[in-house]
């Protein structure tokens, strides 16, 4: 009695050591391939974070300098005159721009960074960083760092208003 018909048919297939063997190269290829993309990705995250916080003060700068009226329109009730503008960092992540009048503080835009990246150096004082009215200088000189996965940002704001991004 014949259990299988052994004849050569001239096929031929991969052995089972072969398909484990390219698997697993496939696998270890993949696994290599979205590491990378991932960095990627955060890399990125930190870099438009950057971005965005720079284009608020230099915002809250020009805003500062053009005295422009933000919208809804905030009111200064005479005598009480706007004096400047501002960029304070809330929290680890969460930041606002707004103006002060007299002593009194207006928020007019609020942002927050992505997950992953956070404030780490916040300028001082009060975690705020300052632009008076008509001409655009700071009070105090101050760097903003923003920290990532794959490294940090700085942004240092000098007493001339100078915004620059490292």
């Known amino acids: 009695m014949v259990l299988f ?4 048919t001239g096929l031929r297939g ?9 698997f697993a190269i496939l696998i270890v290829g993949s696994t290599a391939g979205m590491a990378s993309f991932r960095r990627i990705a955060d890399s990125k ?4 974070s950057a971005a965005e916080v720079e284009s608020l003060l230099n915002n809250a700068r020009i805003s500062a300098v053009t005295q422009t009226i933000p919208q809804p329109p905030i009111v200064c009730i005479f005598p009480k005159k706007w004096k400047m503008y501002s960029v304070r960092i809330i929290s680890g992540n969460s930041y606002e721009m707004g103006i002060y009048c007299d002593g009194d ?3 007019i835009k609020t942002g927050k960074l992505p997950t992953g990246v956070t404030f780490n150096v916040l300028p001082a004082p009060n975690n705020e960083i300052f632009f008076l009215t008509t001409t655009g200088t700071s009070p105090a000189a101050g760097t ?12 240092t704001i000098d007493t001339s208003g100078n915004i620059t991004r490292l």
Do not use: H, P, S, Y
């Open 144 to 155: 903003i760092t923003l920290i990532g996965t794959v490294g940090q940002k700085q942004i």
């Open 5 to 8: 018909n052994m004849k050569k």
């Open 105 to 107: 503080r207006t928020t």
């Open 14 to 22: 991969f052995t089972l050591i072969e398909l484990l063997v390219v």
């Open 45 to 48: 995250a930190l870099d438009v």
